[in-house]
C-alpha cells in the first residue's frame, strides 16, 4: 500500500479508482459519552491502486487536469472570492454584458423568451423601478445590425471615428 497525497473525493487523486483505508477513526467523547468520528492525518492515509477500475486514460486525465489548471490560472475571483463564476460561458449572445438604465444593474432571463432587469426582479422596487422585459432576439438583432452598419463602412475605420453608443428605447 501506499501512502496517498490527496483524499477521497479529492481532485488532485489520479484517475485510477482506488480504495481509502485509514482515513478515519472513532474517538468516544468523555463528556457525552459518545463516539465521534475523527480524521487521520492525511500521512496515515493509505491507498491501493486498482487500474482495472479505471474510466478514463491517464494521458485524457493528465490533459483535462492542466486544462483545469490552466482555467484556474487566469479566472478572476467572483464577488464571493469564488473563481467558479469567472469560468461560466453565457448561454445567450449578450449575457452579462447588459446593463439597466434605471439603476445599472445586470439583464438576465425574466422569462423563456424575455430579458429584464435582475434588480427589479430580485430587489425590488425600492433597488429598481425598471419592470420592463424585451424580447432577447429583438436586442440582439438590433445590436447585430447596429455593429453592421457602423463598422463595416470603410469611412468609419478613421481613428477619430467615437466609439460605439446604442440605446435600445423600449
Given at each position: 500500500m501506499a501512502i496517498a497525497s490527496g483524499g477521497p473525493g479529492s481532485s488532485t487523486t489520479s484517475s485510477v479508482s482506488a480504495p481509502w483505508f485509514g482515513t478515519g477513526r472513532d474517538v468516544k467523547d468523555p463528556d457525552a459519552?459518545?463516539?465521534?468520528?475523527?480524521?487521520n492525518p492525511k500521512d496515515e492515509w493509505a491507498?491501493?491502486?486498482?487500474?482495472?477500475?479505471?474510466?478514463?486514460?491517464?494521458?485524457?486525465?493528465?490533459?483535462v487536469r492542466s486544462r483545469q489548471a490552466a482555467l484556474d490560472a487566469?479566472?478572476?475571483?467572483?464577488?464571493?472570492?469564488?473563481?467558479?463564476?469567472?469560468?461560466?460561458?453565457?448561454?445567450?449572445?449578450?449575457?452579462?454584458?447588459l446593463t439597466c438604465d434605471a439603476c445599472g444593474g445586470g439583464f438576465s432571463m425574466v422569462s423563456e423568451t424575455?430579458?429584464?432587469?435582475s434588480n427589479a426582479r430580485n430587489k425590488g422596487d425600492a433597488?429598481?423601478?425598471n419592470r420592463r422585459a424585451v424580447k432577447r432576439e429583438f436586442v440582439e438583432a438590433t445590436v447585430l445590425d447596429a455593429l453592421r452598419e457602423r463598422l463595416i463602412a470603410p469611412?468609419?475605420?478613421?481613428?477619430n471615428y467615437p466609439p460605439l453608443a446604442l440605446r435600445v428605447d423600449l
Open positions: 459519552g459518545k463516539r465521534r468520528s475523527r480524521l491507498v491501493k491502486a486498482v487500474p482495472e477500475w479505471r474510466i478514463v486514460d491517464q494521458d485524457l486525465w493528465d490533459a487566469r479566472a478572476t475571483p467572483a464577488c464571493d472570492g469564488s473563481t467558479f463564476q469567472s469560468k461560466q460561458r453565457g448561454k445567450h449572445l449578450f449575457s452579462k454584458l424575455h430579458l429584464g432587469c433597488v429598481c423601478t469611412e468609419l475605420y478613421d481613428s
